[in-house]
């Protein structure tokens, strides 16, 4: 279900706790808190009955957190062929970060790639069930911890990424989010069998989404969403270029006017531009690194994201 990973908060009599009697059934919301002493401190992995498919979903609840004290919540979405165990890895420092600063961190799964062997760790986002899917985990965390529902935010990257600006395109959805951060999405793409396809385009701002702050990073060198748009490297589709993505979002909150920053902790390569509307504060973020592919950054881009969180507007 995940590869599961040691973290450095993960003691070993918690850790054996982990993978006993740990499994959470969630049906449209009905479901058993975890018991207390392993809801904090711990990945804790749940399954989550939604549409008639079990869905595994990893929670870390800092130790720092008592009910009735309103946290912040922060989804965590992988990429396309990865799992969440690709979010929680120690690397990305989402963890470090949700026991650091107090807030839930919630790993969920796509669904199991159809095409993948049996007991693979390949899972994906399409499938426009996800949307509502994050909408019920949002429903879901809040009926068992104590969230701070202005601040609701959304992470991801690549495939996670692109479901992000799904929510955000969906008004109602994009009502309970305060802001996001992701790396390497896809906004807008054009298959090229048959050459006659459609160009297929999530825009907020067409759909009736409500606007909010964005961090968007994305690798020069990476070539299956290439910053300056076009072939993705296996030529099956066309890309949207990075600044047409920047410049959407920066159309969706009403940005015009454009600062360049240094971001706290990221690489002097790092070329960042922060744009935003004076009338609310909400604020794109546009990061170019020349030198990442297409991964999430080796560097403390997770610094980055939670400094961005803290300094936007809340719902």
């Known amino acids: 279900m995940f590869r599961h990973t040691l973290h450095m908060f993960l003691a070993p009599s918690l850790l054996a706790m982990i993978f006993v009697g740990l499994t959470m059934t969630a049906s449209q919301g009905q479901a058993r808190p975890l018991p207390a002493a392993q809801s904090?401190?711990?990945?804790?992995?749940?399954?989550?009955?939604?549409?008639q498919v079990q869905r595994?979903?990893?929670?870390?609840?800092?130790?720092?957190?008592?009910?009735?004290?309103?946290?912040?919540?922060v989804f965590a979405l992988h990429g396309g062929g990865g799992d969440a165990?690709?979010?929680?890895?120690?690397?990305?420092?989402?963890?470090?970060?949700?026991?650091?600063?107090?807030?839930?961190?919630?790993?969920?799964?796509?669904?199991?790639?159809?095409?993948?062997p049996a007991d693979s760790h390949n899972y994906y986002w399409y499938d426009p069930v996800n949307i509502d899917f994050m909408n019920h985990l949002i429903d879901l965390m809040m009926d068992r911890f104590t969230i701070d529902s202005r601040r609701v935010y959304f992470i991801g990257f690549s495939g996670g990424a692109e479901l992000i600006y799904k929510l955000v395109a969906d008004p109602a959805k994009s009502a309970r989010i305060a802001a996001v951060a992701t790396v390497?999405?896809?906004?807008?793409?054009?298959?090229?069998?048959?050459?006659?396809?459609?160009?297929?385009?999530?825009?907020?701002?067409?759909?009736?989404?409500?606007?909010?702050?964005?961090?968007?990073?994305?690798?020069?060198?990476?070539?299956?969403?290439?910053?300056?748009?076009?072939?993705?490297d296996d030529f099956e589709t066309i890309k949207m270029s990075f600044q047409t993505?920047?410049?959407?979002?920066?159309?969706?909150?009403?940005?015009?006017?454009?600062?360049?920053?240094?971001?706290?902790?990221?690489?002097?390569?790092?070329?960042?531009?922060?744009?935003?509307?004076?009338?609310?504060?909400?604020?794109?973020?546009?990061?170019?690194?020349p030198a990442l592919p297409h991964k999430w950054?080796?560097?403390?881009f997770m610094g980055v994201i939670?400094?961005?969180?803290?300094r936007a507007p809340t719902r």
């Open 40 to 51: 904090r401190g711990t990945i804790s992995p749940i399954t989550v009955l939604f549409h």
């Open 56 to 73: 595994p979903v990893a929670i870390y609840a800092p130790n720092s957190y008592r009910p009735g004290v309103a946290v912040p919540l």
């Open 85 to 116: 165990s690709k979010m929680y890895d120690p690397e990305k420092r989402i963890v470090e970060y949700a026991e650091s600063q107090g807030f839930i961190a919630v790993f969920p799964n796509g669904l199991p790639l159809p095409t993948a």
């Open 184 to 232: 390497a999405g896809d906004m807008g793409s054009k298959r090229t069998d048959p050459p006659t396809s459609p160009w297929e385009i999530i825009d907020p701002a067409a759909s009736g989404g409500v606007p909010m702050s964005a961090l968007l990073l994305q690798g020069g060198v990476d070539t299956r969403q290439p910053a300056i748009g076009g072939f993705k």
């Open 245 to 289: 993505k920047v410049d959407s979002w920066r159309l969706f909150v009403g940005a015009r006017e454009g600062v360049s920053e240094t971001l706290p902790g990221a690489p002097a390569r790092v070329e960042a531009i922060r744009y935003t509307n004076p009338a609310d504060g909400n604020t794109v973020v546009s990061a170019l690194d």
């Open 297 to 300: 950054p080796e560097w403390n």
């Open 306 to 310: 939670w400094d961005f969180f803290e």
